[in-house]
């Protein structure tokens, strides 16, 4: 079964804490739902052949502690010890490095970082860099929350005045319930 995220598009540790909400639940509770995400990243994370317990779990502890440091980060507060720790344990659990590399035509090269790990420990390393970035990014405080009734989804807007996750969903949404109250006014029931 392929899962439907709400909403995808936006700085990848935010598409990450995206995937859980009071209106959807977890929407990677389970292996097949963390790899249909990551299928729904194309070229945003070094893929990965299957989704094991283990990568599961490391991916949720990254999405907990991000989701912790950004709460407090947004509000220009100190983000708590515990999940700055896990953030920098998931990232040294897989160090990046550059390797050299002689290409004809090229000559010397240094391509993207490589991460020498097993698939788990990469994946939540590279989750805790995605979380890394948006947290020392200095818009961290421009990240907003939906303002749809019952939605929780998070967004960094390229636009002052964006107000919901999807304007076609929440902000439609918002519109009818507008209608709705204007045009009922004073009805009895």
């Given at each position: 079964?392929t ?14 804490l995206n ?15 963390l ?17 094991t ?13 991000a ?8 509000r ?11 953030l920098?344990e ?12 002689w ?6 090269t240094?391509?993207?970082h ?12 590279e989750?805790?860099?995605?979380a ?12 907003r ?12 807007p ?5 107000r ?5 969903i ?5 519109r ?7 045009h009922?006014?004073?009805?009895t029931?």
């Amino acid at each position: 079964m392929t899962v439907t995220f709400p909403l995808l598009g936006e700085p990848l540790a935010l598409d990450l804490l995206n995937t859980r909400s009071p209106a959807f639940g977890d929407l990677i509770a389970t292996p097949a739902g963390l790899a249909d995400w990551l299928a729904a990243q194309p070229g945003r994370l070094t893929p990965l052949a299957r989704v094991t317990g283990d990568g599961l779990t490391r991916v949720h502890a990254v999405r907990e502690a991000a989701h912790a440091a950004l709460e407090a980060a947004r509000r220009g507060q100190r983000p708590p010890a515990g999940p700055l720790r896990a953030l920098n344990e998931a990232l040294a659990a897989a160090p990046a490095h550059r390797e050299l590399a002689w290409t004809e035509g090229e000559g010397l090269t240094a391509p993207a970082h490589r991460r020498g790990a097993d698939p788990a420990r990469r994946l939540a390393a590279e989750l805790a860099e995605a979380a890394a970035e948006l947290l020392t990014d200095p818009r961290v405080a421009d990240v907003r929350g939906c303002e749809g009734a019952e939605c929780a989804m998070l967004f960094l807007p390229a636009n002052a005045r964006r107000r919901w996750c999807v304007a076609g969903i929440c902000g439609n949404r918002a519109r009818v319930a507008r209608y709705y109250a204007r045009h009922t006014k004073g009805e009895t029931p």
